[in-house]
């Protein structure tokens, strides 16, 4: 395990270690909790100081009868003295200890004694402690031993010892677990949660370590076996209390504790002094959620619910009192009482909800809907509704199209408009997500129709609020605004703060696209994100923040889109609404290509493609960001990317998704020098451009086809922002497009081609550069530039050809002498190699460097 937050003790230890060299023998006592890392400390200083100085290790054994004097035979036979030969007399201890003492006297040069796990010694070894420890100060020794201090109670006899040693003579660490920061930093390399890691770990380095390394939902074998080894230690009441308490995750009142287990003080009087309990707030838990973890995991599946009735039917009138109905609900479920379930999951689920805990508000509404035999047929099609639109939000589209469709088959045979119409307006929302705009238009339409002759209400407000959406995305602007403006006028006369929230987003969205109203629109878009922040509408803050953030793009307003997708991106996170945090990080990657930040991109586009259903409106910008840099470093792949990109924009009919793609596509044909784009499609596109009369990504359209298709024309001066390859670059310039300003610059002087190709070099963008490069020479530039070595260009870190065998080698675990071996060059260089590895890809590991090659593409 890597050495992590134990600099301080490790330079004591060399500080220590360095006073025994003058004949100041020390002994250094390190402590902890099992798991702490308290050998990992001491193997890695025994190895900072070897070969130039001898390490002695003894170990004390977990045996009922310890071993005598285990350790020290240990120390004997490294010392290479058998028992016999040190003293005739073994139960002469003094003896023996002098004899030992001498030996250790003829180690002039320095040397480390090791003693593990002393806490497990016998009489006779903790006397040789005392004897050694009293004496240090005549060796040339560092005397280090280690303990975990939940074993040592107060009349431990290694306390003892201890009060016995001189105070000058001894030093005591006293390990802490990793810090909360080292473990979110930990688990975020991993991709996992770093809070929920060090909420079940407490931060012990042994637990994290092996969570991290099988991240499951199941606890780790080797913690597993740990704890249970632990626990089967224990005297019959505390292990009835432990499982009493495995069943409580969240703790148990103290005050309560006498009514489940009456002699409970002696059950937990080992447990407090060896701090596998604590107290906090008047609650008794585990310190480690992974002791609770294992020990209910052990329990019979009747002794389960037995435990779990028991709890019920004691405090269930206290839990009602106290309004903890997630308690009932936890031990309901666990006690196979759905009755219960039935009764108080929704309450919970709607708690958590209002709570933004989105994805527990789902679980618990999918609990009450599985005791549906206990619900009447009215209730259970408005718990559909709920868990379908908490499935929307935690990115969970198939799951809430399904029970949304159970629901609205409910009202249907009821006849009731209002529910309808409510229900089809949500489909519509939700087949749009699943980029079949067809649908979601024809259900839109069918919403606004249930509910045109019915009276003002909040469904019907928001039937009208869709339908403006649905125009403001096909980029249908003054239909969005007829819709938005019915929308709002109907929210404020009913005082529907959440629809006029919704259609003020999708008035402000539409006007912010047009050159001509950015202002306006991102007044609309900030009042919508006021009124959701104000009545904490969550899904409606997160809409606002993705619609300033993505929009802004568009309008290449790039400062405001990353101030609002990070916010709202933590926002989101903050509340499991992933399906909106998911759509803003393909933004951020959208923006961090348009920027110049293509690694970045790369990973956030790359993160994206491996999340398992991953909604289409969200995919087809993943599709082509990392289909562009592909194609634009000369790797494989691209096509392929692109033209799936290219298929699912067509089926959303909107524009900000078919020009990126068609772009891209164009790219690909400029580049390769092939026709993929059939010109109907193009043509397609332009009508639906020009109808639109509205420009904001189509000027990339128009970009490409100027470059792929000279003899197409899109229509007159499009953009109208330049109208010359000079305005052009100085454009692309302002707006912050490496990129787009290196090509355009490209077509100016020699000056300026040369400035454009040096800017596509360092950008990364290989196959680009070659053309680039030949076109310069086809006409007739003199002394192109040759760029970078191939070996370099060929990966984002322009790693040579040497240290990409290193990386290679590194990939396989080998160590630095074996690599040497391997390449017929010196450990040295193979040395000097791998620090310029770990500069280049700015990380401070091997296995790091590893890691990130894999995620750059360096390595396969």
Same mark, same amino acid.
């Given at each position: 395990? @890597?050495?992590?937050?134990? =600099? #301080?003790?490790? /330079?004591? +230890?060399?500080?220590?270690?360095? *006073?025994? $060299?003058?004949? &100041? ?59 016999? @030969?040190?003293?005739?007399? =073994? #139960?002469?201890? /003094?003896? +023996?200890?002098?004899?030992?003492? *001498?030996? $250790?006297?003829? &180690? ?489 930040a293509w690694d970045e991109a790369f990973k956030l586009a790359q993160s994206l493609l491996q999340t398992e259903d991953l909604l289409p409106v969200i995919k ?241």
């Amino acid at each position: 395990m @890597e050495l992590i937050e134990r =600099a #301080e003790f490790l /330079t004591t +230890l060399h500080s220590k270690f360095k *006073q025994t $060299l003058s004949d &100041e023998g020390h002994c250094i006592f390190v402590t902890g909790e099992p798991g702490i890392g308290k050998t990992t400390l001491v193997n890695a200083f025994c190895k900072e100081i070897k070969p130039d100085y001898k390490t002695y290790w003894g170990t004390c054994d977990a045996l009922y009868s310890p071993r005598p004097l285990a350790p020290l035979y240990d120390l004997l036979i490294q010392l290479g003295k058998g028992f016999s @030969e040190v003293h005739t007399d =073994a #139960e002469d201890r /003094t003896s +023996l200890f002098l004899s030992v003492l *001498q030996e $250790l006297h003829k &180690e002039r040069k320095g040397m480390v004694v090791v003693f593990e796990d002393i806490h497990w010694a016998d009489e006779a070894t903790l006397d040789f402690i005392k004897f050694l420890g009293r004496r240090i100060g005549q060796l040339k020794c560092l005397f280090i031993l280690t303990y975990r201090d939940d074993e040592v109670h107060a009349r431990h006899p290694l306390r003892n010892v201890l009060g016995q040693l001189y105070s000058h003579s001894f030093t005591k660490f006293q390990l802490a677990p990793f810090s909360r920061a080292i473990v979110e930093k930990l688990a975020a390399e991993k991709g996992y949660s770093g809070e929920e890691v060090y909420n079940i770990t407490g931060g012990n380095p042994f637990y994290v370590t092996e969570i991290l390394a099988s991240y499951s939902n199941g606890v780790p074998e080797n913690v597993r076996d740990s704890i249970l080894s632990v626990y089967h230690q224990q005297e019959d009441d505390t292990k009835t209390l432990w499982e009493m308490l495995s069943i409580f995750p969240a703790g148990f009142e103290l005050k309560y504790l006498e009514q489940i287990q009456p002699r409970y003080r002696e059950a937990v009087k080992y447990c407090f002094g060896s701090r596998i309990l604590i107290v906090r707030d008047g609650l008794i838990f585990f310190k480690h959620q992974l002791y609770s973890q294992t020990i209910e995991a052990s329990l019979s599946p009747l002794l389960r619910i037995a435990l779990n009735k028991q709890i019920l039917a004691m405090f269930l009138e206290v839990f009602e009192q106290n309004q903890e109905i997630e308690r009932i609900v936890h031990h309901a479920k666990n006690a196979g009482s759905d009755e219960l379930i039935a009764r108080y999951a929704p309450i919970a689920a709607e708690k958590s909800a209002l709570a933004g805990a989105h994805a527990d508000a789902a679980r618990l509404y999918c609990l009450a809907i599985e005791c549906e035999k206990f619900i009447g047929k009215e209730k259970l099609a408005a718990y559909h509704e709920l868990y379908a639109y908490e499935c929307y939000l935690i990115h969970q589209n198939k799951e809430a199209i399904a029970y949304t469709e159970r629901a609205l088959e409910f009202w249907q045979e009821q006849q009731d408009a209002e529910k309808i119409g409510k229900n089809l307006r949500f489909l519509s929302r939700l087949w749009w997500y699943e980029g079949n705009r067809a649908q979601a238009e024809k259900l839109g339409i069918r919403a606004v129709n249930e509910l045109q002759n019915a009276p003002a209400s909040r469904a019907k407000a928001m039937a009208y609020s869709n339908m403006a959406a649905l125009k403001m995305l096909a980029d249908q602007t003054d239909e969005c605004l007829a819709w938005g403006q019915k929308a709002s006028h109907l929210a404020r006369e009913i005082d529907d703060q959440e629809t006029l929230a919704h259609a003020l987003n999708s008035i402000g969205s539409a006007l912010m696209t047009d050159h001509q109203s950015v202002a306006e629109g991102m007044s609309y878009l900030q009042e919508s994100l006021q009124i959701a922040l104000e009545y904490a509408f969550h899904e409606h803050a997160a809409r606002a923040y993705t619609a300033i953030g993505s929009n802004a793009i568009s309008m290449k307003l790039y400062d405001v889109a990353r101030e609002h997708l990070d916010l709202g991106i933590a926002y989101c996170q903050e509340r499991d609404m992933d399906s909106l945090r998911l759509y803003m990080v393909g933004y951020k990657a959208r923006l961090n290509l348009e920027t110049g930040a293509w690694d970045e991109a790369f990973k956030l586009a790359q993160s994206l493609l491996q999340t398992e259903d991953l909604l289409p409106v969200i995919k087809i910008g993943s599709l082509i960001t990392i289909g562009l840099l592909k194609l634009r470093r000369g790797e494989d792949g691209a096509l392929d990317l692109l033209s799936e990109a290219k298929t699912i924009a067509f089926d959303t009919m909107e524009l900000h998704r078919i020009v990126p793609a068609l772009s891209a596509l164009l790219e690909y044909e400029w580049l390769l020098g092939t026709s993929l784009i059939e010109t109907a499609v193009l043509d397609q596109a332009v009508d639906m451009i020009r109808q639109v009369k509205k420009i904001t990504d189509d000027n990339k359209l128009y970009f490409w086809l100027k470059r792929a298709r000279r003899d197409y024309v899109l229509t007159k001066e499009i953009d109208g922002q330049y109208t010359n390859e000079k305005g052009a670059a100085a454009y692309w310039e302002r707006t912050g497009c490496p990129y787009e300003y290196a090509l355009t610059l490209f077509e100016g002087d020699e000056e300026d081609m040369r400035k454009g190709l040096k800017m596509v070099e360092e950008l990364g963008a290989e196959r680009v550069y070659q053309k680039l490069r030949q076109s310069m020479r086809s006409e007739g530039v003199k002394k192109i530039p040759r760029g970078k070595r191939l070996s370099t260009r060929s990966n984002a870190a322009q790693l040579t050809s040497r240290e990409l065998d290193v990386l290679q080698l590194l990939q396989t675990g080998m160590q630095n002498k074996e690599i040497a071996e391997k390449l017929f060059i010196s450990a040295k260089t193979v040395d000097h190699h791998i620090s310029a590895i770990l500069l280049k890809l700015n990380v401070g590991t091997r296995s790091k460097a590893v890691n990130e090659a894999l995620s750059m593409g360096i390595l396969k």
